[in-house]
């Protein structure tokens, strides 16, 4: 049987583990959201190179335009149509408009490829701080808690047996027949009303425990409850 000394170190260690998961957790989870920050950076890059493009479109159908209101006044008046460069320039923003937009779409492709390890390494952490807080949990003194239930259990028992006897040899009386049935309705009740009904996951008492649970995954010192 581990000794008292033994017991407390394996407890020591269960919680010295969990502050390590915890830790791991956070640093996973720290990634993870500088990886999903450079996608929104890059859907966002990606938006304003669409809305650059848009923009060069529209430039190049003014300029567009423009050179065909120049070439239709040459051709009405006869004047030399006079060389102009907008056309050209215009064309070419376009192209850089277009190189850029397929760039940042192509870094969001990437960004977007390289969240999915983060992520499921964010994942995997997450479940072993859920395994090390099932370890610290289960070292709660479930010696101490069996025996006290045992305890109570016969407790009950005992109580119960004296009701029986005391409606059954000592209250057949008429005057007492209201106690007998209030004995009799509680003895036909099911001793344990919780397990009976299979709602025992519902038991009341079981939220401070649970409440301790949740506290371990982000504080590996969380307390368990206190055993009367």
Not at 27 to 41: G, N, P, S, Y
Not at 79 to 105: V, W, Y
Not at 141 to 166: C, K, N, Y
Request: charged share 30%.
């Amino acid at each position: 049987m581990m000794g008292k000394a033994n017991l407390a170190l394996a407890r020591d260690h269960a919680r010295d583990d969990l502050a390590a998961a915890i830790q791991a957790a956070a640093d996973a989870e720290h990634t993870v959201e500088a990886a999903r920050a450079a996608v929104a950076r890059a859907t966002d890059m990606v938006a304003q190179a669409r809305e650059r493009l848009d923009a060069a479109f529209a430039e190049t159908a003014r300029a567009k335009g423009e050179a065909s209101a120049r070439a239709l006044t040459a051709a009405t008046t006869g004047e030399a149509l006079a060389p102009d460069g907008s056309m050209r320039t215009a064309r070419l923003r376009e192209i850089d408009a277009q190189d850029d937009l397929d760039a940042c779409r192509a870094a969001l492709t990437s960004a977007e490829a390289t969240l999915a390890g983060p992520e499921e390494a964010a994942r995997r952490a997450q479940k072993r701080v859920a395994e090390a807080a099932q370890e610290v949990m289960a070292g709660a003194p479930l010696d101490r808690i069996l025996a006290e239930a045992s305890a109570l259990q016969e407790r009950l028992s005992g109580l119960r047996a004296v009701l029986w006897f005391l409606s059954r040899e000592c209250l057949d009386r008429e005057s007492t027949e209201r106690e007998r049935q209030k004995i009799a309705t509680f003895l036909a009740a099911p001793a344990y009303a919780w397990e009976f009904n299979g709602r025992i996951n519902e038991h009341p008492a079981l939220e401070p425990w649970r409440a301790a649970r949740q506290a371990l995954q982000t504080n590996a010192d969380a307390p368990l409850p206190d055993v009367a």
